[in-house]
Nanobody, 120 residues
Framework: QVQLVESGGGLVQAGGSLRLSCAASGRTFRSYSMGWFRQAPGKEREFVAGISWVGSRIYHVDSVKGRFTISRDNAKNTVYLQMNSLKPEDTAVYYC?????????????WGQGTQVTVSS
């Protein structure tokens, strides 16, 4: 089982930056790929970025490519999402989740989420 706790969200102006962190606990953390997802009001949760266990496979969706960077530190059991050049449309609750390595589909382990609000 994996427990996840996100932090680092907040209110930022367009063009600004935030760094989200996801602290994981549980013996099986290193068995999973990890992903960042987001859910805006009235919309479904969507995948944003994923990283494999050793960090050799990384994927960012087109809407954040070049602006967001996912990384992980297995020694600290932590996954990060560096978000630069933020836009108002990035406003959402951001979640980290364990994923299936080949498809980035979530396996059901979620944190409580952290709110990111980007003002124009």
């Amino acid at each position: 089982q994996v427990q996840l706790v996100e932090s680092g969200g907040g209110l930022v102006q367009a063009g600004g930056s935030l760094r989200l962190s996801c602290a994981a606990s549980g013996r099986t953390f290193r068995s999973y790929s990890m992903g960042w997802f987001r859910q805006a009001p009235g919309k479904e949760r969507e995948f944003v970025a994923g990283i494999s266990w050793v960090g050799s496979r990384i994927y960012h969706v087109d809407s954040v490519k070049g602006r967001f960077t996912i990384s992980r530190d297995n020694a600290k059991n932590t996954v990060y999402l560096q978000m630069n050049s933020l836009k108002p449309e990035d406003t959402a609750v951001y979640y980290c989740g364990a994923t299936i390595p080949s498809t980035w589909s979530p396996v059901g382990y979620w944190g409580q989420g952290t709110q990111v609000t980007v003002s124009s």
